[in-house]
Every structure is written in C-alpha cells, then in structure tokens.
C-alpha cells in the first residue's frame, strides 16, 4: 500500500468515524479538560514568545511550530465536516482531504496570527467554568485573556474527548464574542455560492485567500 493510500485510508476513516465522540457519558477522560486547554495555550504561547524574541522575521518556521504544537490538540476533521456541511456528502475522498489539508493552514495561520498580537498577554482560566451541560462530546472552556494594561477579553474554547488518542480535542473557539467556527462556516458557504457549487473552485478559493492571508500577515 502506497504512502498516499495509507494516508488516504486514515483520513477517509476518520470522517466515518466522527460518531466516535459519542461515547458512554459514564467514560472518564484521564485529564481535565480545562487542563488539557490551558496547557495547550501555554505551549502556543511559549513559542509565541520565543518569536517575539529575536526571531519576529521568520513566519514560516513560527508556522510550523505551531503547527506541530496543534496538531493533537484540534480535531480538524470534526471542524472541516461542520464547515463543509451538505457538501461533503457529495465529495470525492480527493476533495475531502484537500480541503482538510487547505484547512489546516489557513487554520493555523488564523490561530497562530492571533496568539502572536496577544504575545504580552496573560491567559488564565476563569474560575467559575460553569459546567453544567458540559460532556465528552462538548464541554466549554471558559479563560480570559488579560493584557498588561488590565483590559480581559472573554474566550471560550469547545473541545471533545477523543478516545482514540487519549486527549481533549478543540473543536471550536469564541473569541471576544467571535466564533470562530461560525466565521469559517459563512466563509465557506459564501464562496461555494460564488464559485457556481463547484467544490473543486471552492477550495481552489479558499487555498488562494489562505496564501493572500499569509503574505498580508507580518507577525510583527
């Protein structure tokens, strides 16, 4: 079996088995979720403030740092899937794992650029989480970003517990009010409505906007 194909039939099975996530509500994760998110950030942000120090030029390398930092920590086929909606009923696996792949970088860019303007920053968890309604298969994770001056700006990160990896996976974050899912949702639908329903212009579009975002981001 080629690499390609071996790849192909991970991924390809990772879309079939989205209702993985909804496990027995009596499974206990082996870490908190509030643990596993605000870990997560403070690896980000850890190399944020290497980038922040000295090496402000180097976009790329940042990129891929990040990268490798999120790469167990977001469940990109979940979200790919809720952005695609209807229309990945209708993919080719090609075009599924295009888009995953197309997906990941603009979603790392977007996260990356982000974590970059709030390097000074402190974030913290809230102290009341308010779990109420919170599962394996979604719980909210409320912590707050605080700058030097004092001034909090609320983020809420969604995550799921994924059995087959053992850890906390964001599936959505809400940012000073924005959601993000959402924002990547209406883009998508948009651009599909403009490219004429053709899936294969769509992503085209969406990789195209994805290097324009690249270039047009400094990180400094």
Not at 73 to 86: A, K, N
Not at 144 to 163: D, I, K, T
Not at 208 to 215: D, G
Request: hydrophobic share 40%.
């Amino acid at each position: 079996m080629s690499v390609m194909r071996s790849v192909s039939v991970v991924l390809i099975g990772a879309w079939l088995s989205l209702s993985a996530t909804a496990m027995a509500e009596t499974f206990t994760p082996s870490q908190s979720a509030e643990q596993s998110v605000i870990d997560g950030v403070e690896q980000v942000l850890s190399v944020v403030e290497k980038y922040n120090n000295g090496n402000a030029g180097d976009r790329q390398a940042y990129l891929n740092e990040v990268a490798e930092v999120l790469e167990p920590l977001i469940g990109y086929t979940v979200i790919v899937s809720r952005i695609m909606g209807d229309t990945l009923q209708n993919a080719t696996n090609e075009q599924k794992l295009r888009f995953l792949e197309v997906f990941k970088r603009s979603m790392i860019n977007t996260y990356a650029g982000g974590l970059y303007n709030f390097g000074a920053f402190e974030v913290r968890l809230v102290e009341d989480q308010d779990n109420d309604g919170d599962t394996v298969r979604n719980t909210r994770v409320r912590l707050e970003a605080v700058s030097p001056q004092g001034q909090r700006y609320p983020m809420v990160q969604s995550v799921y517990y994924s059995q087959s990896s053992d850890g906390w996976k964001m599936q959505n974050v809400i940012f000073n009010g924005i959601n993000l899912g959402v924002t990547f949702k209406t883009q998508f639908d948009q651009i599909y409505r403009e490219q004429g329903g053709d899936l294969d212009a769509t992503i085209d579009e969406w990789e195209r906007i994805t290097a324009e975002s690249f270039e047009a981001n400094q990180f400094q």
